[in-house]
């Protein structure tokens, strides 16, 4: 097929419609409402609320003056600031830099429509390779309330980390004051340049006057007076593209704040009362049997666990695109995605063009022909997509690219591949796969991602943000989970050497569906015909809670991937001290002076009655973050104070930094830019803490890796401490390093993984029997090589412990962030410290004189000694789903105060009685409640024993800190249990 010219394929897409758009008609009048102007130049257009000016000489045709009509206020200072932009090649294409735009205007009884075709183009005026362009639709009414809705589309797929979509910038007028869906209260913009975010709407304004905007998540950017181009702004959908087409819409709200979010709550209200429908069951298969139905229009094919369906359809540009129509759950029928019309890529591939710097991007639609088959042998189900007939001006060598897709009779997980076909060898950055764009999310649904602890976003259609780097601490594992209420979606990427990936996950509000994209940053080395990865994507449906689906992972991990660890209690590697210890004191207030630190931390130790661990920043004589990795000689007094601490009964774990060179430093000359990343046009790569800007090494260069290894072998042989804590490598991404003196493939892959192992496995060698490792965040990639992760950043609101509930009983984590504030306001503490308790955390990580706070202090030690009682569970046992009869209880709020400076303070929300569930290694269960109140608490189960326990009768016994009661036998199917909790109050039910 002739591929048509890029204006002809233009035109062609200007006249396809858009999806029609009923707006709201609120404050209806008698008048001929909406009206419009059109002299050539300015198109007017209003009604009894507002008048919007477009200028086709002015910011791309976008509005470029809003009055409101009630207070007579005007502006021209409001900007549609949408743009892609890319991080690699640092460079930002706007459409306000169009300069000829195409404006058309169209006017129907109550509705105006003015359509915007402008191009992106940079600030020199030139466009991207893709050639992208955007066709805007602004539907006026006669309400306030405006739609917006854009299609973005470029001839050649390139690949972009931001697409910016109704982002709107006050950069004169500067607003007064924002509010949103979970605030609607005024909040005064002060110029903090902090960021607030809103799941369906928010508004900014001066007095009465308000511009609202309601999308999937809104942003508002307090950058009042601020000095900057960005001013603050409004912000709706941004996400990564790189599709041959792009659809989005929004509404904006232009009026007066009472009506205006009067016509904003009642906007959300209709849209959510459509999502509320339930969706259409498919068909079950029953019994559960491997099934192949195919034609030449769609394709069926399942085991009666996880079932798929596949369609065959035609891009506008007449390319073969592949329609995923359904992933669905075989034992209820439930659809994992959502109907729609639009089309979507199921991969895209980046290949690095000849020059080594430009890339070119394929994917699943830039095709001309496909062709698929689906066959059974034995008990496994393979089903193949070829995708041939790619555009040959670039890529000649590209003959083939085939999807299989894998099932076996009795697994709920099907493994997913791609591999393609080249003439010679071919060298990729990237490959995007599986793209999976309509994933259902209903209004009851949640989506659990792995940053930090875990994060739970309920209804991920509108709130569901993420996207993130793999392995780093905001995204530790290689998975995500989208759960109903019985059930849900596992995808996961079953990579056993952990290379870097970059995990997406979008909301989709209002459509009740979310995105999810994984990229594979890929080393640049060229590859033969063959897989594109050599490992799977296994996507599964699960039953139970989304504990059940975080186990998909755990079974994998624990046993097939390289950092695949024994159980802490058969492992010797960690020594026993670090096992059985339970808190953790930070002394950040001494300067690290000895002569301070010592005697506080000292005090603590002797006020708790148990052992503690002291993790003691700025012993070294350069200020925090300056002079890395130079870090001797120590301060005066150190290695007195580590003797004098230890023979206390404390642990002694000092800092340095793994990941970070000051190019300030004696020895940066002599090493340093040899050891650094470099970026493709080999500048280095860095990263600025407060006001220190530090070059980012790589653990492949071997100056580096010796120099790490030298300082923490002067700490362990030297001083004789009790572990080396080395910061940024659980926590801080990866950086792809093009610097050929490394010895290791330029770009991504997982070469980084394993460097970043053999240099921690080299640090070991010098540990000891009784010394650890420690490090920030924590980055499954570093297990068995990193003793303790410190999760001291997963301070948020939706916490949910999913590494817990893969590596419980393998790996250890410890601390968070306590302040002052958190002293003297109980309710923040005691929820950072119960909630750590609840998730198997090494407690504390925080200042020693809390010991002077004697109701906060001894909770906390009560806390530590129930710990200590449960260690079968907390440290060698494993999280569980909780048992069917485990009720809640009633939530309260409390806020956590920002634990740095510039860190906003953080509203959550707690059940009054937290509960968890463990298991042991020898099979006992211990179910965990603790009151969060200051006021006594209902608590009820009402469990049948059998999922708890196979065995017949058991016992149970109550455990409390102040001790062990009498087990008593247990011989009913069904227990009951009512007890009402007093204030702080801390129970364990064993069942054994």
Not at 546 to 557: E, L, M, N
């Amino acid at each position: 097929m002739s591929r048509i010219s890029s204006k002809a394929k233009w035109f062609i897409a200007a006249l396809l419609p858009l999806p029609c758009c009923i707006v709201p008609q609120v404050h209806a009048t008698t008048e001929p409402v909406p009206r419009v102007q059109d002299d050539g130049k300015l198109i007017t257009v209003e009604n009894n609320i507002f008048r919007i000016v477009h200028d086709r000489a002015q910011r791309g045709g976008m509005p470029s003056e809003i009055t409101w009509k009630t207070s007579g206020r005007s502006t021209r200072d409001i900007a549609v600031h949408d743009r892609l932009y890319n991080h690699e090649r640092k460079i930002a294409y706007w459409l306000r830099h169009d300069a000829n735009p195409v404006l058309t205007v169209r006017q129907e009884q109550n509705n105006v429509t003015v359509e915007i075709r402008a191009r992106y183009l940079s600030d020199k005026g030139k466009a991207p390779d893709g050639q992208a362009r955007a066709a805007y639709r602004f539907h006026y009414g006669v309400s306030e309330i405006v739609r917006v809705e854009a299609r973005i589309e470029q001839q050649e797929p390139e690949s972009w980390d931001e697409l910016h979509f109704c982002e709107w910038l006050y950069s004169g007028q500067t607003p007064t004051h924002f509010f949103g869906s979970t605030d609607q209260k005024k909040q005064t913009c002060r110029g903090t340049s902090a960021v607030r975010g809103f799941p369906r709407w928010a508004a900014m304004g001066w007095e009465n006057d308000i511009l609202g905007l309601i999308s999937g998540q809104v942003l508002c950017y307090d950058g009042f007076g601020v000095k900057s181009y960005r001013g603050c702004y409004l912000h709706g959908d941004w996400t990564r593209w790189s599709e041959m087409e792009y659809r989005t819409s929004a509404f904006l709200c232009i009026g007066s704040r009472e009506q205006g979010a009067s016509a904003i709550e009642k906007q959300v209200s209709d849209l959510d009362a459509k999502r509320s429908q339930p969706s259409a069951k498919l068909p079950l298969v029953s019994p559960p049997r491997l099934f192949i139905k195919e034609n030449a229009q769609s394709m069926e094919f399942g085991n009666g666990l996880i079932n798929f369906r596949f369609s065959r359809c035609t891009t506008p540009s007449g390319g073969a695109a592949l329609r995923l129509d359904g992933i669905w759950d075989g034992t209820d029928g439930a659809n994992c995605v959502a109907e729609t019309p639009e089309v979507q890529p199921l991969w895209a591939l980046g290949f690095v063009a000849q020059n080594g710097r430009d890339f070119i991007c394929l994917n699943s639609q830039s095709a001309s022909q496909l062709t698929w088959h689906a066959e059974q042998t034995g008990d496994v189900i393979h089903a193949r997509f070829e995708w041939s007939g790619f555009p040959t001006e670039k890529t000649t060598w590209l003959r083939k690219v085939q999807t299989s897709i894998q099932l076996k009779t009795g697994h709920p997980a099907s493994e997913w591949r791609l591999s393609m076909e080249l003439d010679g060898k071919q060298a990729l950055r990237s490959a995007e796969f599986p793209i999976l764009p309509q994933l259902a999310a209903p209004p009851d649904s949640a989506f659990y991602y792995p940053s930090g602890w875990g994060r739970e976003y309920r209804d991920p259609a509108t709130t569901a943000q993420f996207f993130a780097s793999y392995p780093s601490g905001y995204c530790n594992m290689q998975f995500v989970l989208l759960h109903r209420q019985t059930g849900g979606l596992y995808i996961g990427q079953h990579d056993p050497n952990g290379g870097q990936k970059l995990f997406s996950v979008k909301a989709g509000w209002p459509d009740s569906a979310a995105t999810f994209r994984v990229r594979h940053v890929l080393s640049e080395t060229p590859l033969a015909s063959g897989p594109v990865m050599e490992y799977p994507c296994a996507i599964a449906c699960y039953r139970g809670n989304w504990i059940s689906g975080a186990k998909i992972y755990r079974q994998w991990a624990l046993n097939q991937s390289a950092w695949a660890t024994p159980p802490l209690s058969q492992n010797p590697a960690t020594p026993s001290w670090f096992k059985e210890l339970d808190i953790w004191c930070m002394d950040g207030c001494s300067d690290g002076q000895a002569s301070l630190v010592v005697p506080r931390v000292k005090r603590f130790r002797e006020s708790l009655g148990q052992p503690c661990a002291l993790h003691w920043y700025c012993w070294h004589q350069n200020p925090f973050d300056q002079q890395y990795p130079d870090f001797f000689p120590a301060k005066e007094g150190f290695t007195e104070g580590i003797r004098a601490l230890q023979n206390a009964g404390v642990r002694v774990i000092p800092y340095i930094n793994g990941h970070s060179y000051d190019r300030r430093s004696a020895s940066w000359k002599v090493e340093g830019p040899e050891s650094c990343t470099r970026q493709l046009d080999g500048s280095e790569n860095t990263e600025t803490f407060g006001a220190n800007t530090l070059a980012v090494m790589c653990p492949a260069a071997p100056p580096f890796q010796r120099r790490i290894q030298g300082v923490a072998e002067r700490l362990l042989r030297e001083q004789g401490v009790d572990g080396v804590y080395l910061d940024e490598i659980g926590n801080s991404p990866v950086v792809p390093c093009y610097n050929k003196k490394h010895g290791h493939p330029p770009g991504g892959g997982h070469w980084w993984t394993i460097a970043l192992r053999q240099c921690l496995a080299g640090i070991r060698e010098k540990l000891g029997p009784n010394g650890i490792l420690c490090t920030e965040g924590a980055a499954d990639v570093c297990g068995g090589m990193i003793d303790g992760f410190l999760m001291c950043n997963s301070t948020s609101d939706g916490l949910a412990p999913l590494y817990s509930a893969v590596y419980a009983g393998h790996h250890l984590c410890f601390g968070r962030y306590f302040t002052r504030n958190d002293l003297n306001h109980p309710s923040a503490f005691t929820t950072k410290a119960v909630q750590m308790f609840h998730f198997g955390a090494q407690l504390g990580w925080l200042d020693p004189t809390l010991e002077k706070t004697q109701k906060t202090f001894q909770f906390l030690q009560k806390l530590a000694f129930f710990r200590k009682q449960l260690h079968p569970f907390l440290v060698y046992g494993e999280l569980i789903e909780p048992p069917v009869g485990c009720q809640g209880s009633e939530n309260f709020s409390v806020t956590w105060k920002g634990y740095l400076p510039g860190v906003p303070d953080e509203p959550l929300t707690f059940p009054s009685v937290m509960r968890s569930t463990w298991r042991s290694e020898d099979g006992r269960v211990a179910i965990l409640l603790t009151n969060l109140r200051d006021v006594p608490q209902p608590a009820r189960l009402s469990l049948t024993v059998s999922d708890l326990l196979k065995k017949k009768p058991c016992s149970v016994t109550f455990l409390a800190p102040a001790g062990q009661e009498k087990p008593f036998p247990l011989n009913q199917s069904v227990w009951e249990f009512k007890k009402e909790l007093s204030p702080l109050e801390m129970l364990a039910i064993i069942f054994e």
